[in-house]
């Protein structure tokens, strides 16, 4: 069995792993370094792990806070609450208990839809966000193929996590064949990636409330949907990541969704930017955020 704490004082930079009550659940997170806060919020099917090659960068210079979404690791499982907004406030509650009024922002995948979330409801409790690979839930979703045209990636995963109660069934004690699907079929290159990292991400989601909570994202999707349709550009700066493959629609997207927004392409790189490139993805978000 992995052990979090253990994982934390590995890395360089005195990160340790703590927890939190707040918005009526619990949040496992993990920070280190000193400066100003800086927040990490990762995707599926990873945790705070999926950053651990970019904090040690980034604590030289900042206070680095990964935080283990609400239903993720070892942050609790409620029954509900996997909206993105409510999500979003589970983070500001955490930064508020931990002192910070404002603070620099970065996420990835369903990470991302937070953060973005973040900033488009608490613009004034963010002073620069990042988003890396994934947007905010939009009604295009509704015009994915469930069988995918040529070589349009297979986003099966979006429909059966959509599913109530069969994944559970299905897919405990087997999580580490969607892990290593994910990342085989997701990274440049494989070896960015060890057996104890694969391990680490595939006990994570291996439960029965795991599997439930992390669909929860998924089927949350429709209120996500909703709640942007209400935003406007957001005011605070963006900074977009993205792999060769999504740079281009994430050049002609993501300018629209605020009124700052620079886009930089990661090249050699799957869509694990953390893991497959974490200097120069450190090295962008230090930029960004001076």
Known sequence: MVDDAVLAAELPGNFTSAFAEVNGTTLHYVAGGQGEPLVLLPGWPVTWWEFRKVMPLLAQRYRVIAVDLRGMNLSAKPPS?????????????????????????????????VAFSYAANFPDAVSKLAIMEVGHPDSSLYDLRLLPQGDAPNLWWFALNQVHGLPEQVLTGRMRCVVDYIFDSHLADLSSLDERDRQVFAEAYDRIDAIRAGNGWFQAFDQDVSDFSKYGKLTVPMLGLASAANYP????????????????KIDDTGHFLPIEQPEEVAGTLAAFYG
């Open 81 to 113: 609450g996997y909206d993105k907004k409510t999500m979003a406030r589970d983070v500001l509650e955490l930064t508020r208990q931990l002192g910070y009024s404002t603070i620099n922002l970065a996420g990835h995948d369903i990470g991302a839809m």
């Open 249 to 264: 629609a994430v050049r002609n997207e993501w300018p629209l969704l605020a009124k700052e927004v620079a886009i930089t």
